[in-house]
C-alpha cells in the first residue's frame, strides 16, 4: 500500500512540475514578444524624432517638392512616396522605391531586395538579428481636393505620413509581430 502511495504522489509532483515548467516558458516566450514589441514602437517613436529634426532643419529637403518624400503628384499612378532613416556619416531620411521594399498588407511584412536598409542601426549578431524594418510613407499630394474640406489647404507647409515597422520577410513573421503604424500630420514651423 505504501508503495502504492509514493507512486500516486510522485505522479502528482511530476504533473506539477511539468506544469510550472510549461508556465514558466510560455511566461519566458511572452516577455520576449514584448521585448521586441517594445523595440518596435522605439524603432517608430525614432523615426518621428528623427523626421522632426530633419523637418525643422531643411524642409525643402525632406518634405518638399523636390525632398526625400515629396507630395505624392496625381495621375502618376504612384499612390505614395516612402523613405527610411539612413545612418552613415549624419542621421538622414533617404528615398527608397516601391521596388527595393514596400509594405505588404496582406502578409503583413515588408518585401523586397533591400529591406534591410530599413532596418535601422543596430548591431547585428546571433543573439540580436535583423527582424524588422520601418518605412516612413506620404499620403498627400501637391494638389488640393475641390471635393473636400483640404480645397484650402496649403500642401507646402504641411504632409500626411504613416510610419510603418513590420517584420522583414524571411526574418519574422507578420502574424506573430502585428506591424506597428503611426500616421502623423507634419507641419512646416519653421523658416527653413
Given at each position: ?83 527610411y532613416v539612413a545612418y552613415d556619416s549624419s ?70 505620413i504613416e510610419i510603418i515597422v513590420a517584420c522583414i520577410e524571411g526574418k ?21
Open positions: 500500500m505504501t508503495l502504492i502511495e509514493v507512486l500516486v504522489a510522485l505522479t502528482i509532483v511530476s504533473f506539477v512540475f511539468a506544469s510550472l515548467t510549461q508556465m514558466t516558458f510560455t511566461a519566458l516566450r511572452r516577455t520576449k514578444n514584448l521585448e521586441l514589441q517594445d523595440k518596435m514602437r522605439n524603432y517608430a517613436t525614432e523615426a518621428v524624432q528623427i523626421l522632426y529634426n530633419q523637418k525643422d532643419t531643411n524642409w525643402d529637403s525632406v518634405l518638399g517638392d523636390s525632398g526625400e518624400l515629396p507630395p505624392v503628384v496625381p495621375n502618376t499612378g504612384s499612390t505614395y512616396t516612402q523613405a542621421i538622414s531620411i533617404k528615398n527608397i522605391s516601391t521596388g527595393d521594399c514596400e509594405f505588404n498588407e496582406e502578409e503583413r511584412v515588408l518585401i523586397g531586395t533591400n529591406c534591410e536598409l530599413t532596418s535601422g542601426n543596430e548591431q547585428v549578431t546571433d543573439t540580436n538579428p535583423v527582424l524588422f524594418g520601418r518605412l516612413i510613407r506620404r499620403f498627400d499630394d501637391n494638389q488640393p481636393d475641390t471635393n473636400s474640406l483640404n480645397q484650402n489647404r496649403d500642401f507646402t507647409t504641411d504632409a500626411e519574422c513573421k507578420g502574424e506573430d509581430f502585428t506591424p506597428f503604424k503611426l500616421n502623423l500630420t507634419v507641419y512646416r514651423t519653421s523658416g527653413q
